[in-house]
């Protein structure tokens, strides 16, 4: 990779924290970029680290050992019977999708002695292609999630449908903080709504005006993938 790229890398970085408000957590989604790519993001500040794939996260890791201090989000759907490998490989899973799905890593992380920090997706306009709740399968599935008690249950997590105008994106984003804060005023012992995961490249400065707490950028800030 020429310096030139590299270069381009960083000042993609700047560019966007100028536009992000602190509060915002900047995850650079690496999935399919170069472990070159990300060492020179993680040298323009970058600590977190989006990743799709368990093969390819792992061999990622493996090949960054000598950076401790980066917290590796999962943004892919999660199999259920990848819960394990799952949760050796990262600190946060931000793809939660089923009441299944949660049973199972609470379990796993009770054997495991660990306490992973997790959101759920959620699905608040159709769409086949994406996972996750409705709002009312959500509000159905809150006492059983709150029986989750090896899981730090964060907050809300979604992806926009294809082919929104901006209007009807940021009226979902502006929704999905909505429905968050309706679930933290029913006082779940074990559910907190304190981080919202909402905004890619196409859609962020919505996310951004919706209240988003996290954004997951990747084209915009590594280029496009091959």
């Known amino acids: 990779m020429s310096s030139s790229q590299l270069s381009t890398i960083t000042d993609r970085i700047a560019t966007v924290r100028q536009q992000l408000p602190e509060t915002v957590r900047l995850i650079a989604v690496s999935k399919q970029v170069p472990v070159e790519a990300m060492r020179e993001a993680y ?33 892919g759907h999660l199999q259920t019977n990848k819960a394990k490998k799952a949760l050796e490989h990262f600190q ?24 992973p920090q997790v959101l759920l997706q959620v699905k608040l306009l159709p769409d086949p292609n994406k996972y996750g709740w409705t709002e009312e399968e959500l509000f159905a599935d809150l006492p059983a999630l709150n029986e989750c008690q090896n899981l730090q249950i964060k907050g809300l997590m979604t992806i926009a449908p294809l082919n929104l105008t901006e209007e009807e994106t940021l009226k979902l984003f502006q929704n999905t903080g909505s429905l968050a804060a309706k679930i933290q005023q029913q006082n779940w012992s074990h559910i907190q709504m304190q981080d919202l995961s909402m905004g890619m490249s196409d859609d962020y400065h919505l996310a951004v005006q919706g209240g988003t707490t996290m954004v997951r950028l990747g084209r915009t800030l590594f280029g496009s993938r091959s």
């Open 92 to 115: 946060w899973i931000h793809s939660l999708d089923s009441l299944k799905l949660a049973q199972t890593l609470d379990r796993l992380a009770k054997s495991m002695s660990i306490n």
């Open 43 to 75: 040298s323009a500040g970058i600590r977190d680290f989006g990743e799709s794939r368990l093969p390819e996260a792992a061999l990622k890791q493996s090949q960054l050992q000598d950076l401790p201090d980066i917290t590796w989000h999962l943004i």
